[in-house]
């Protein structure tokens, strides 16, 4: 089993900063997929970035510029720097790796942008 725990959320104001963290534990010898999502009130699941198994981190067009993913490999952590957030970014941030033939997603955290 692997278990996944964000932290990091929060209330901030358009144009603010936010850094996002997801650790994993349990069996977790051997992840190299991980990826964040977000989940707007009403709204659809929706990948943010992710870094694959080879390397190179992905974006969404909307976050692209704005938000950098990164990965600590010795503990098996996941990052999400986001700057200029804007009111557009409220959602609901979960972590998410696909790992022996199945998925695993955090609980999610909350980020709201709001003046």
């Known amino acids: 089993q692997v278990q996944l725990a964000e932290s990091g959320g929060g209330v901030v104001q358009p144009g603010g900063s936010l850094r996002l963290s997801c650790e994993a534990s349990?069996?977790?010898?051997?992840?190299?997929?991980m990826a964040w999502y977000r989940q707007a009130p009403g709204g659809q699941r929706e990948l943010v970035a992710r870094?694959?198994?080879?390397?190179?981190?992905q974006y969404a067009d909307s976050v692209k510029g704005r938000f950098t993913v990164s990965r600590d490999r010795s503990k098996v952590a996941m990052y999400l720097q986001m700057n200029s957030l804007n009111p557009e970014d409220t959602a609901t941030y979960y972590c998410w790796t696909f790992f022996r033939g199945r998925d695993y997603w955090g609980q999610g955290t909350q980020v709201t942008v709001s003046s």
């Open positions: 870094i694959p198994p080879g390397g190179g981190a």
């Open positions: 349990g069996n977790i010898f051997g992840i190299n997929h």
